[in-house]
């Protein structure tokens, strides 16, 4: 985490020629077939780990050291350059320092070298001499026809290509499989591949990034999408990038039906938005990476655990077609503890069909009863010894067949750790394995295994279930947490879009005044509270009879952005007196702040109607410095200001999507009829809301477009107030009717 | 789900003389040294995991089978009853079916048995028949003086006096250690085990707690608590059958530094069903059972991971003694994964000092950054072959000596799988483990090794840990998730109040007049909003002076709960002729809907001040069957209504108490000055609020007394409404001034 003034983003490196990282490029780069290690000695942690690694996945090709100074590395032939090879190696890992890593790019174009790994930092990550020799480095791999990974990364391993130059430790025994992964930190790659060991999960390709000078996230997303192997893209996000290539390769994820589950860390640090809008305050840099995150129908998680359950779960299984979940056990606290944690996560648990209880209740003792949660209980455990299946494995076959269920998740697959040493037991067990997993290959609907605790799976227990092409999950807990992230994942489907991507920094603010705000709306079709600009007592009587009354009184100027603190609004106004010792009021705040004469712009009085009852919402558009404009939506007052209720959304958005926001809503029965007010035409008010936010972002210049409040009762919708912020620049140049 | 009428709670069959279950006798039950295993033959697989389990804890002693037909059971001689035995055993466990259980009962009478644990099921949780067997047991047992743990329980192991009648799988090895276990879902034993053993934690009473007919969860916290070697309990609640008893327990618990956690479950509807198929018992209310756990200062956990993960920071480290976390890793991906985590938990990462920044730069490569959370980066690992110490280990030094923080989070302590087969590497890593755990040992604040992820310790890993006495935690989610938890526990220390418990049942309700209920709280020294009763429109004018403009005009009847809905309450009255006019419009009102005449107390009328601005609480407190008077506090209005933004708290509770739950509640802004109003007095409010619920718990059968709203503006607090109802009984008897 270097300073933020230093910090360039991701991907962010002019140079890589359009055309060159291909998705065809990047297959041949992720299977070599030969590789050289340049600046390997025997004496080289990285090195080692590079064999160590290759042994993991078995690979069987060309090992190529080259050192200036060493004959022989770990007693292979070494040769002093890349140039010194006989044929070019599909890849070349260059452990060399920095110094010499421009030395060694040029031999590997002159050797024909078309794949380069660079594993030296001190490149962009180090300021600004760093960014400069990152730059050049693209330049000379660009030109001539090289792809790079990195710098600073730490390699990659493909299971299924079997090769891995791969500088990190890698736990043993490694299982190829179904989940691909990207890390914008190697080091923790190390971490992640323990967890998959200890859990029996295979992985296809594992990707350390670094600096994605050339290759970047995006890239790898596209490789994982395009190689048969992966079924499952896990991926841990210190940013994103570059929005607009990154959203687009998840879309592409979506339509290939490949869930993306990202560790996406950066929580804590705190939101960077100026909050001159109510919008920019709730919209933190956090805050609008998750709303993007959801929109991608990228699964965010929070630990490396959730990360591999979950993504193992969508790597080996169906996804359930709905959340109607069967839950089997042998113990009842083990069935709290499941529907504790299926109610946090939405899943129901609904009664079994009469023909289930049926069936299950003939092979449970008397005692117990024959329900969804189902307690087998510890009795049929102790008596589990005469015939291979339990009351759990016929309560299974009794729960798969149930009609009102979409899925079951059992505990009774726990295999011990070594095989039983007296054989009538072992075989009794291996042949209830057997059986278990043809049931859950051949089931009509999902049958997921899950063990009651995130222990290891040992040794015999993994080649049993490896044998018989199952997979555990790891525990209640992880499980059923996994299983919502996977039914949100599906729910999802078919709804992401590509996002725009970074905009140019802010310039100097200007603020609207209110009344050329309410006219930008109105010429959308944007419904607008009436209201009319007068510029004497009289105007403002008279205009107070046209919009109708109650009235507020207020300034109109884009030189007061605060017009409450001046003075500069009057509501709740009646009598034609009253109205005119508010204009009057007002009038004076404007032309005392402003220094404007009456009847100047800058000194504007707008009378507006006024609204009672119904329900004030926000819609804010702010400008994010990665995303470009994010949609806020709320429920006005406190709900926003002090409980940050609030839904995010990058635009554009449809109004489909506006629908998803306010369903998010903690506040939303206060839409629904909540407090004995009359139900909200959510599909209108969803309409209205994505009209504000296509008004903002066809904006030139947008800072900020703010409705607050926006006023609904029932089907009537009403702006009551807007604030429009854009650049300075933007607005002198492109509306001179100001 | 049983009818609510059939389920008894644990703890409530009566018949158990007060002075049987003692702490000394809980002692001796506990730790036994010849055990009679009643029923058992060669075909129980009961009997089969209580000799494996007597085997997992080295246990020594006799082990008599008793059996009316068999002469050996696993090749040892049995006799026909416990009538025959020489002498008798320690401790009787009861295999026999639920038939014969009371025969066997007298048995153990007759031959000098005190202590009998008792597997079958078939009583309390099976229905009316079933509850009347229980009590018979319960008083027969009483009668011989036998302490008697169960029915419908697998029994119970100690580590420390290594015995195991406990008839359930044991994963092995089983660790001894500081945790001790009681839960009310025996089965889910095995579970929790598997998981200690994963992580290498220790324990020392584990115990199956079944229907709790005589030895209750109270009476084996007890046990633990008076227990040296347990440092830590944990719990699996499925209900906290005797609040009384329980808090208690849980106090005593505080006061002796023995932290308690808790999985207890029932979160969710589906929760509480399992709950009350698997023991017969009811299940309260989650939010206030939730709202007792943290008033006892038990740590309430949401997975069997996080239970035993927190218990074994408890029971293996010194809890740290703030909130300043220093972090080093080998990965910035996992100093970020740990800061979002404590970020969550309100755990602060400070900058090191100058002195600790110089020292540890002093062993990093250049590039890297020697700031708090601390990557050391993989540059240290790749290059660690030569020294025993890496740069973490320096770093540790470096830490653990700043003044700045308070404790030290690391990762560098993982120990491979098995010992590297070069021996030089082996002794160079056993060396630094060595030196590592001294580091550990002596350190001046907590330093706490946590794995990256949660994957079982290995058993040379194991080995050398428990070796050391080093405890390493189980991955950085669950690792800062439980430092969170030990935080919060240390923090309430001493808070600790016993609570009332259980309330005999409702009766019919009767709702007291606004007045008499207003007059209540005045004569407590609670301040009320001023108010007049008038019986006249002349009287409510006066009242209306009397008491300051604007006022309120509202029934003030027994008979009306709900004023409004009859026109019963005019708001915002100025002047005499409106005051007049709504005096007219709600006396009639009041006669129209009560019957009653004019003057008649069920037709009063109430002139009441109003008050504009501040912000409205509410302080409402209700009867909960299990745990009696519940105090719920929360912000008026959209917060408590449809966000159900409250804090709820067993009473009594003091001023200090409300403080805190004042600071729970999201909507906390807006008392402390939130949209622009005053800030609020916490402490008055605190102590106001308090007072209300001294006067809800002293009121003769009590149903509900709730303040809404109760204003706050600044300093200024007035009860603007009352609502109390009693039992009609109680109100009848005790206030013949109604």
């Known amino acids: 985490m270097s300073a933020a003034s230093d910090s360039v983003p991701r991907g962010a490196t002019a140079g890589t020629?359009?055309?060159?990282?291909?998705?065809?490029?990047?297959a041949e780069f992720f299977a070599p077939r030969s590789l050289a290690l340049v600046g390997a000695s025997d004496t080289s942690g990285w090195a080692r780990f590079i064999l160590a690694a290759s042994s993991a996945v078995g690979y069987s090709g060309p090992l190529l050291p080259v050192h200036p100074r060493h004959d022989?590395?770990?007693g292979l032939p070494a040769v002093p350059s890349l140039r010194d090879l006989a044929?070019?190696?599909?890849?070349a890992f260059v452990l060399a320092p920095t110094a010499a890593v421009t030395e060694v790019l040029e031999d590997a174009a002159a050797a024909g070298i078309r794949n380069v790994v660079v594993l030296a930092s001190g490149y962009r990550e180090a300021g600004r001499a760093g960014r400069e020799l990152e730059a050049d480095l693209v330049a000379r791999a660009a030109s001539h026809g090289i792809v790079l990974l990195g710098p600073n990364c730490l390699g990659f391993l493909n299971t299924g290509a079997k090769v891995a130059p791969f500088a990190l430790t890698v736990p043993l025994p490694l299982t190829p499989g179904p989940v691909g992964i990207a890390l914008q930190s190697g080091a923790l790659s190390s971490a992640l591949l323990a967890f998959a060991r200890s859990q029996a999960i295979g992985v296809s390709t594992v990707a350390s990034l670094g600096n994605e000078a050339m290759i970047s996230t995006s890239d790898v997303l596209d490789y994982l999408i395009a190689d048969e192997q992966t079924k499952v893209i896990c991926l841990f996000l210190e940013e994103i990038g570059?929005?607009?290539?990154?959203?687009?390769?998840a879309q592409r994820a979506d339509q290939a039906g490949k869930p993306i589950v990202a560790l996406k860390v950066g929580v804590s640090q705190a939101g960077q938005q100026a909050a001159l809008a109510h919008t920019g305050a709730v919209a933190g840099d956090d805050a609008v990476a998750d709303a993007a995150l959801r929109q991608l129908n990228i699964i965010r998680v929070a630990s490396i655990e959730e990360l591999l359950t979950t993504a193992s779960l969508l790597g080996y299984q169906q996804v359930p077609r709905g959340r109607r979940m069967g839950v089997l056990t042998a113990s009842g606290g083990a069935c709290d503890i499941i529907a504790d944690r299926a109610s946090a996560e939405g899943i129901e648990i609904p009664s079994f069909a009469d023909s289930t209880t049926e069936a299950i209740a003939a092979h449970l003792p008397s005692f117990a009863a024959a329900?969804?949660?189902l307690d087998v209980t510890g009795y049929v455990l102790a008596n589990a010894r005469t015939s291979p299946l339990t009351a759990i494995d016929h309560a299974l076959d009794a729960a798969l067949a149930d009609p009102g269920l979409d899925f079951v998740i059992f505990t009774g697959f726990t295999v011990p750790e070594a095989r039983p040493a007296d054989e009538r037991l072992a075989e009794l067990l291996e042949s209830r394995i057997g059986w278990l997993a043809e049931r859950v290959r051949t089931a009509p609907i999902p049958a997921i295994p899950l063990s009651l605790t995130c222990v290891d799976i040992g040794p015999y227990a993994r080649d049993q279930l490896l044998g018989h092409d199952v997979h555990l999950i790891s525990g209640m807990d992880l499980g059923v947490e996994a299983i919502g992230n996977a039914l949100r994942w599906q729910e999802r489907r078919g709804t992401v879009r590509q996002l725009p991507g970074r905009r140019p920094p802010l310039r100097a603010p200007a603020a609207w005044s209110e009344a050329?705000?309410?006219?930008?709306l109105d010429g959308a079709g944007i419904p607008v509270v009436p209201g009319q600009l007068a510029h004497s007592a009289d105007e403002a009587v008279a205009a107070a009879h046209a919009v109708g009354r109650p009235v507020a009184v207020k300034i109109s100027s884009a030189a007061i952005t605060h017009k409450s603190d001046v003075g500069g609004v009057v509501i709740g106004l009646h009598g034609d007196d009253e109205i005119r010792a508010a204009y009057a009021r007002v009038a004076a705040a404007a032309v005392s702040t402003t220094g404007a004469i009456a009847g100047d712009p800058a000194g504007e009085v707008l009378v507006?109607?006024?609204r009672n009852g119904g329900v004030e919402v926000l819609a804010g558009v702010t400008v994010d410095p990665n995303f470009g404009p994010v949609l806020a939506v709320g429920l006005g007052g406190v709900l926003v200001e002090v409980l940050s209720d609030v839904s995010l959304r990058v635009l554009p958005v449809g109004a489909d999507e506006v629908a998803r926001m306010l369903g998010e809503l903690r506040g939303l029965p206060l839409l629904t009829g909540a407090r004995g007010a009359a139900p909200a035409d959510l599909d209108a008010l969803a309409k209205v809301i994505a009209g504000i936010a296509d008004v903002a972002v066809a904006l030139p210049g947008l800072q900020a477009l703010e409705v607050n409040p926006l006023w609904v009762s029932g089907d009537q919708i009403e702006a009551l107030d807007v604030l429009v912020v854009t650049d300075e620049i933007a607005d002198e140049e492109g509306e001179p009717d100001r």
Chains 1, 2 share one sequence.
Do not use: C, H, K
Not at 17 to 26: C, D, E, F, H, M
Not at 87 to 91: A, I, M, Q, S
Not at 242 to 249: I, L, T, V
Not at 516 to 520: F, G, K, Q
């Open 17 to 26: 020629p359009a055309g060159l990282v291909t998705p065809q490029r990047l």
């Open 72 to 74: 022989t590395v770990f």
């Open 87 to 91: 044929e070019p190696p599909d890849l």
């Open 242 to 249: 570059d929005p607009a290539s990154f959203s687009a390769a």
């Open 371 to 373: 329900r969804n949660p």
């Open 516 to 520: 050329r705000a309410r006219s930008l």
């Open 608 to 610: 507006t109607a006024m």
